[in-house]
């Protein structure tokens, strides 16, 4: 089955940086573009960056540009977001995103996660 899992997430300073990496497994991972996307707590699911599937497009939300670096590694499987700038605002929890299309349908699959904590 398709598996998602995130890694990296910790304590930062505001300022700081940190990588976080996504695990894939159970689909063809360099047939697919992915996708960050975080829940800061009490709010709602905010996208932040998309790669398409063979690395050459990316894309940002606008407060993530010049600051978050996606990228991949389909020799890997793995998709990695390096974060740098951290604001306290960056606080969340940061999820790994894939979606493809069944019977006309998409459906999502989506990792458990990792929390991200900037604060002095």
């Known amino acids: 089955e398709v598996q998602l899992v995130e890694s990296g997430g910790g304590l930062v300073q505001p300022g700081g940086s940190l990588r976080l990496s996504c695990a894939a497994s159970g689909f063809a991972f360099d047939d697919y573009a992915m996708s960050w996307v975080r829940q800061a707590p009490g709010k709602g699911l905010e996208w932040v960056s998309a790669i398409s599937s063979n690395g050459d497009t990316t894309h940002y939300a606008e407060s993530m540009k010049g600051r978050f670096t996606i990228s991949r590694d389909n020799a890997r499987n793995t998709l990695y977001l390096q974060m740098s700038s951290l604001k306290p605002e960056d606080t969340a929890v940061y999820y790994c995103?894939?979606?493809?299309?069944?019977?006309?349908?998409?459906?999502?699959?989506w990792g458990k996660g990792t929390l991200v904590t900037v604060s002095s």
């Open positions: 995103n894939v979606y493809r299309y069944l019977s006309g349908s998409r459906v999502d699959y």
